[in-house]
């Protein structure tokens, strides 16, 4: 036998040795490095990886604060809100969304409209991981059924929210405006760390004005999610702070009252309170159901608002602009005694009608037989047109443009009430920029008894009132009364930049009250049926705003242009005289008379404030035997 067949047994089993040594320290150092990557993670990388798994089973949810209440001044709760569950769909986390949103139609009654919202609202720039309402107020049925169906539908929940409500929704809506959805715009300027987690800002009124602090500051909570993630259990939670609770000047009884007396007519009234400035009623008439706007108007709803002809979503009482015809005339008597350009004494005789130069252009009084002779306080209580033609044109445009607007006229002179325009007080320098003409004799004529180029809204006329009120103190419009916590009202409000209006002679301020006090209490007054059997004093002033043709696209209508085109009814005062409480401007759409129409609503309101609603005492309705004999 050859030796190469004989084995070396002894060599073999070096070899396996050797192999095998090999393969131990291989198996070793594997191990070695396995501990040593699991000491890395487990101990030296604990908190990076113990970070990250949380964040796969924990989130960190914001939680909206819960908007402040408003209050009218008496605690009646004007602003407040109420749960809605809504169903929301978070797009990042839901598998197919066309499947999901077809699924969820067969489960709940979504309209085409909701769609088109949602689908809207999913291509508008939002938050990450933000919930999208698909439809609001669900009831408990509906709830129940998506209930059933919530293990198949990922990324759709059912979520309580607080949502604003107006329980007095047509009598506040001009007033206290409305929230609404947070749009595209309001997401870009907004705070993005305090506003998450909230759907609704306010976009008019004291809501939009004092958002900041009715809105509060959010909250956040630390959720456990399954893999589906929905919420197990809240881990930690830092609560949100509430938004504060205002309470307004505005009396909501004033305010009802104020609507009942227009009785559905086109119109406006606003009452001050002189001493304060605050705003008892702003009522504009018709109003509209501000609810319908929270969470987002129908198509339909919102085009039967806007395409009416009454026009319910236009606040007359801040934005409407009317000639104020003759209720500028204390305020041009005021002007005209100061400046010089008539006396408590000086007399015209009016015969009806006036002339800048004989054979000239012929200028009506309302009184075709005219009055006769008249000095001011005859001219302001039976409204003599004539005799501020006379005194209009003596003081030219510069010295009733200087005097009108320290009125207020020509400006938005309010503190706190979104959206008031400015009206329109003309001049020289108005005229030649927008009509490239010259000021001309027959502009001041028209001017002297509020018509013409001039505008002005409900609330300037107020607040002119008041002004008069207070003999020359000027108080801007305001609606916010208190905070009810511990940060000043005066941090909210702009600072107050009108001086009072001081004349050469203080006691023309009484002279001109006076004047308004024939009005109403007069044998001749132009509002004395109104000022009849008071038991207290009041002063005011009547008139009339011309109503002149249809818009181009009207179509002609024989009892509608009838209606349409009367001349709008105005009315200012305030009352008591010696100690005034409430100042009020009424206008009446196409009312006709302001003696016939707009006076009697302003005394039923003053009845209302100084009598009915305990506002008054006896110091206050002083002289009631001499009124009332």
Partial sequence: MPWGEFKDTAAERRLFQRRTLVMLIVVMLAIGGLVARMYQLQVVEHDIYTTLSDKNRVQVQSVPPPRGLVYD???????????????????????GMDDTLAQLDTILDISEEDRERFQRRLQEPRRPFQEIPLRYDLNEEEMARLAVH?????????????????????????????????????????????????????KSG????????LHGEVGYQHVETNARGRTLRVLERENPVPGEDLQLHLDLRLQQRAHELLDGRRGAIIAIEPDTGGILALASVPGFD???????????????????????????????????????????????LDSGATTRDYTIWDPGHFRLNPGGRLWRDWKRSGHGWVDLKDAVAESCDVYFYDVAVKMGVDTMY????HFGFGEDATLDVSGALSGLLPSKDW???VRDEPWYPGDSVNLGIGQGFMLATPLQLATATALIANRGRWVEPRLLKDIKGDRPVEEFLPAETHEPLALKNPDDWEFVVETMVEVMHGPKGTARGAGRGAPYRMAGKTGTAQVFSLAEDEEYDKEEVRERLRDHALFVGFAPVDNPQIAVAVIVENGGSGSGTAAPVARALFDSWLLEYGQTDGALISGVDEVAN
């Fill in 73 to 95: 001044r008496n605690g009646s709760l004007l602003a407040e809100n109420r749960p809605v569950f809504s169903v929301t769909l978070v797009p990042e986390r839901v598998q």
């Fill in 150 to 202: 919530r293990h198949e539908l990922p990324g759709v929940e059912v979520e309580a929210e607080l949502v604003r409500f107006y329980p007095h929704s047509e009598l506040t809506a001009h007033a206290l405006g409305f929230v609404g959805r947070i749009n595209r715009d309001e997401l870009q300027r907004i705070d993005p760390v305090n506003y998450a987690g909230t759907n609704y800002i306010g």
């Fill in 206 to 213: 004291i809501e939009r004005f004092y958002e900041e602090i």
């Fill in 290 to 336: 501000a609810n319908k706007f929270v969470t987002g108007i129908s198509v339909n709803d919102y085009r039967e608002l806007s395409e009416s002809r009454d026009k319910p979503l236009f606040n007359r009482a801040l934005r409407g602009q009317y000639p104020p015809g003759s209720t500028l005339k204390p305020m041009l008597a005021v002007a005209a």
């Fill in 402 to 405: 200087s005097y009108l607007s």
């Fill in 431 to 433: 005229k030649r920029a």
